[in-house]
């Protein structure tokens, strides 16, 4: 792939707004001393995947909340896989790294309980990731576990060295399988709101209040 196949991966957009002062000085401050960009890229998987605490039951689909900067700047430090994806691909891009995110739907088989009582589903549609261009490849990072969650779920962490994709604990630590993948949407530049909102319509209709698009759950 040449150099300029990747400028598109290298702006800023509305969600990917990584200008914003505060995650300029972060990122800059936590790869201080970093030489390669995957030795970055690495620092930067794990500042999101633990310093942003994962929170599916929480979830505001406008378009300013998808911001990467209202995502740093929420006094809680958390968010669930879309958000975590956007903030990890929005630092890489404010270094330098080319990102794109990538979309799946997982079946989770050992789910939170009360996660898949109120998805009435263990399906998880539009699970987001980040693909960062590492050495001449794309390599796939899921940042949004961070390691009390694993803990309390009896799943290993997942762990990322920029160099193999980094996807999903296919099985717990006593040998059950945890998650599978089931649909794949592709890569994409930038959040495709319109089809991430049109995907949870579909797959989970009483999330939304009649006559608006926001999701309620909470």
């Given amino acids: 792939m040449q150099e300029n196949d990747l400028s598109l991966y290298l702006q800023p957009t509305y969600f990917l707004d990584f200008a914003d002062s505060g995650i300029i000085n972060f990122t800059q401050e936590l790869i201080q001393g970093v030489g390669t960009d995957t030795e970055k890229a690495v620092r930067i998987y794990y500042a999101v995947r633990d310093g942003w605490r994962y929170n599916p039951y929480n979830i505001d689909l406008s378009h300013h909340a998808l911001k990467a900067s209202t995502i740093f700047h929420r006094k809680m430090k958390e968010g669930y896989c879309v958000e975590k994806a956007c903030l990890m691909g929005a630092m890489c891009r404010a270094v330098g790294i080319p990102t794109r995110f990538f979309f799946c739907s997982v079946r989770n088989h050992i789910g939170v309980e009360n996660l898949i009582k109120v998805l009435k589903t263990d399906v998880l549609v539009f699970h987001g990731g980040v693909e960062v261009f590492l050495e001449g490849k794309w390599v796939k ?68 209040k009649k006559g608006d698009g926001k999701a309620f759950l909470k």
């Fill in 141 to 208: 990072a899921t940042p949004a576990f961070n390691k009390e969650l694993c803990r309390y779920l009896n799943v290993a962490t997942l762990e990322f060295d920029g160099k193999e994709d980094s996807i999903f604990q296919q099985y717990n630590q006593e040998g059950h399988q945890f998650m599978e993948y089931v649909h794949d949407y592709g890569t994409f530049h930038d959040i495709p709101h319109d089809m991430f909102v049109w995907e949870l319509r579909k797959a989970y209709p009483h999330f939304f």
